[in-house]
């Protein structure tokens, strides 16, 4: 019996428009009924959203993230190995790009399991897209740590990397959107240029560069929403 495949499903980033999702993809979700999850709400939403042909009754989820354990995720792949297709689906985004999941994506590489990455939105790479920075040579730090004296050594790190044109791409917490500007801005040169994506592929969506001394240390418009983070030269 031949094994079969592991999809990696990215999801809409903003509003859910069926339009954003090219057709090959659709043909290929319509055809699952099995999907690994972060959370099991936004996954349906989904599946709703761009209208899959199978009853919600009838799908069939695991779950990844802090409620499940890691000894749990081969067990996830027991379909594939029965010959029937599963799909790793992203909440936002890209699956295992700031996104749990290459833990599964690892096991279906010991297990033989194919795995297929389907096209779709990356707000980190959109971003850097945009930015008018180094693309050839860039680093992405994901969240900095919480304990101060971690981070700082995370930013210094960060200074040094980017003095040789490695740009330098963060995210954060919404809430804390503001505060990590005013961090960057103590810890780097007032010359070195930010660029700030937010609402990336909604109608609010903004892309903006400029030097920190040019950015405020209290942007209050950026509160609460999802943002991307590249420093450049």
Not at 43 to 62: G, T, W, Y
Not at 101 to 130: C, D, R
Not at 213 to 228: Q, Y
């Amino acid at each position: 019996m031949s094994k079969g495949k592991l999809y990696l499903i990215p999801s809409f980033l903003g509003e859910n428009n069926i339009a954003f999702i090219p057709k090959y993809n659709l043909d290929i979700i319509y055809q699952l009924d099995e999907f690994v999850v972060e959370n099991e709400k936004p996954a349906r939403a989904f599946l709703k959203a761009i209208e899959s042909p199978i009853h919600q009754n009838d799908f069939v989820f695991h779950f990844i993230g802090k409620h499940s354990e890691v000894t749990d995720y081969p067990g996830y792949l027991n379909a594939c190995l029965n010959g029937k297709d599963v799909g790793l689906l992203s909440d936002a985004g890209l699956p295992c790009v700031a996104d749990p999941g290459n833990q599964v994506v690892k096991f279906a590489h010991q297990k033989g399991i194919e795995v297929v990455p389907l096209v779709g939105f990356s707000s980190v790479m959109m971003t850097l897209m945009a930015s008018g920075f180094n693309g050839q040579n860039f680093k992405f730090h994901g969240y900095l740590p919480h304990d101060n004296q971690l981070k700082r050594k995370k930013l210094k790190q960060a200074l040094s990397d980017l003095s040789r044109n490695e740009t330098q791409i963060f995210i954060e917490t919404p809430y804390r959107n503001a505060a990590f500007i005013a961090e960057l801005k103590q810890q780097f040169p007032a010359t070195t240029k930010l660029c700030v994506g937010v609402d990336l592929t909604l109608e609010s969506e903004s892309i903006t560069t400029k030097p920190l001394s040019k950015w405020s240390d209290n942007e209050e418009h950026l509160h609460k929403r999802p943002a991307v983070f590249v420093v450049g030269l």
